[in-house]
């Protein structure tokens, strides 16, 4: 084939990893459980190379040129059920479960999609932890914690499923092409389901202005009645500023003003 950055795509975000000795943490960094991977983006097969060595792997991928690439490069493995490749929009696949099996994401997500793609692997029963390489501040902005700079909407919601870490570190030069951006892997390891619509855009509402008050930000959709009460009732500054609840804190709030 031509050379990695000929073959890239920008309107697929493709930055493909060619780091072994990054590919072989990932793998390391792997939740120990007897569930299939799935993986969202494999690009040129530097990850799945090692991902079918250790479990079956379902794949996705969009870039049809790449398909035709990976059905010959992986003709054994898909012979023999270790891999089974799904070429196509991930998204027109994915309904409530991507899998119908319980499964856990590994993957090097295209940067565009990666908080969607999260987003949706936190609601889905099936997927039982997520292992991803993304765009670092993207990364911060799940597994932050209270005070930080990047905690938010996305932290809170992340935590509430369950356990979030990043794993690793990423510098572009993993990568040809080499990204504009550091990277980091990103593993969350879920206790429950993303299923509260009414607590997100509680949260949407509650990070709508981060730098004003978490009071000042409430007022816009609830009753002050209601927040002094709510507020009294926990104690809360109303000078306090929504990165310094915590997780916890949120949801309380959220079930007094409901």
Not at 43 to 58: E, I
Not at 157 to 169: K, N, R
Not at 239 to 257: E, G, K, M, N, V
């Amino acid at each position: 084939m031509q050379n990695r950055a000929t073959i890239a795509k920008k309107k697929f975000g493709q930055n493909f990893l060619r780091d072994h000795a990054v590919l072989a943490q990932i793998i390391q960094s792997m939740p120990d459980t007897p569930h299939r991977i799935a993986e969202i983006g494999p690009g040129l097969g530097d990850l799945t190379n090692y991902l079918v060595k250790v479990k079956s792997v379902t794949a996705f991928e969009v870039d049809t040129d790449l398909c035709k690439h990976l059905e010959h490069h992986f003709a054994d493995a898909i012979a023999t059920e270790a891999l089974t490749l799904r070429c196509g929009d991930v998204l027109e696949h994915w309904k409530s479960e991507l899998l119908d099996e319980p499964y856990d994401l590994v993957a090097n997500l295209p940067y565009y999609i990666a908080t969607n793609i999260i987003l949706k692997a936190l609601a889905d029963p099936a997927c039982k932890n997520l292992l991803v390489m993304i765009q670092r501040e993207v990364a911060e902005k799940f597994s932050a914690a209270p005070n930080e700079r990047a905690f938010g909407a996305l932290s809170v919601i992340a935590q509430s499923v369950g356990d979030v870490e990043i794993v690793l570190h990423v510098p572009p030069e993993a990568f040809e092409p080499a990204p504009k951006v550091d990277s980091a892997v990103l593993l969350i390891s879920k206790r429950s389901n993303r299923n509260d619509e009414g607590f997100e855009d509680f949260l949407r509402v509650a990070f709508t202005q981060p730098r004003k008050t978490l009071h000042k930000n409430l007022t816009a959709r609830y009753d002050g009645d209601a927040l002094i009460n709510a507020f009294s009732a926990l104690e809360l500054e109303r000078t306090i500023r929504p990165h310094q609840l915590c997780t916890s804190d949120f949801h309380r709030l959220y079930a007094i003003l409901s």
